[in-house]
Each structure stands twice: as C-alpha cells, then as structure tokens.
C-alpha cells in the first residue's frame, strides 16, 4: 500500500508531533483488499507511535451519488478496529458529511455552476477543517 510507505518515507523523516492521516477513500474507488489495507494502517501507526508521533485517522468522504456505486463500508469498518486497537484517534468526516447532506445543509444539484459548485465544497472543506482543529485542540486539553 502506497499510503503506508509515504508515511514512513515522506512524513516521518520530518519527526511530527501530529500525523491526521485520510485513507480510505481511493482504497474503495480502486478495490483494493481491505485485509492488505488494514495491515497497512497498522504498520503505519505502529512506525508513526514508534517514532513519537500521535496518529488522527480520518474516514472516508460521503457524496450520495457516490455512496449508490461504492461500498466504503469494508474501509470505514477496517479503519475504524484498525485506529481503536492501534491507539490512533479517530475524525469522522464520513458521518458529517453525510448529516450534512441528508439534513440538506450542503447539497449541490446537478445543474450548479462550476464556481459555485467549487466554492460550496471549499466551503465544506472549511467546516470540516474547522472541526478537525476543534477536535484536536479539545483532546489536547484532556488531562
């Protein structure tokens, strides 16, 4: 798995505090095998723990017309044991996503422009960023 080695070749050769790794989602798009995934996973918070980093995993995306033609829910699950045993936190943006959009709090209709389109998914992106920083600051302040 791709993933796995750039974190050990690329981010920990830079000795980070925090890695907030996604994953998941290409893995479904392209059927890997969910066993070598979470293997994977859990090589690469075993070397990222070793090496004195903590480890936020985060699922994978949600989009309804997405979710008719792939299963996520194999990675999701696998990341989700895989996060829970190896000790690494967990940012569900999948579930977000996906209240969000069944709340009708962010959709984009098939004829939406492409600069609105973009600017509701930066948008999205912001919140989601804005809520990951919430939640890693709030874990900090954990005694």
């Not at 699922?59 to 044991?81: E, G, W």
Request: proline content about 6%; aromatic content about 6%.
């Amino acid at each position: 798995m791709m993933m796995r080695y750039r974190v050990v070749a690329d981010i920990l050769p830079l000795a980070p505090a925090l890695i907030v790794w996604e994953t998941g989602t290409t893995d479904s798009i392209h059927h890997l095998d969910p066993t070598d995934f979470g293997e994977a996973l859990e090589t690469g918070i075993a070397r990222s723990h070793e090496a004195g980093a903590d480890v936020v995993m985060i699922t994978p995306q949600f989009s309804p017309p997405t979710a008719k033609l792939i299963n996520f829910s194999d990675f999701r699950d696998v990341l989700l044991q895989t996060a829970s045993t190896q000790g690494a936190g967990v940012f569900h943006r999948r579930d977000i996503m996906r209240h969000l959009f069944e709340t009708g709090n962010f959709a984009i209709e098939p004829d939406t422009n492409r600069k609105a389109a973009t600017e509701a998914v930066d948008g999205l992106n912001a919140c989601l960023a804005q809520l990951l920083a919430d939640t890693v600051i709030q874990s900090l302040a954990l005694p």
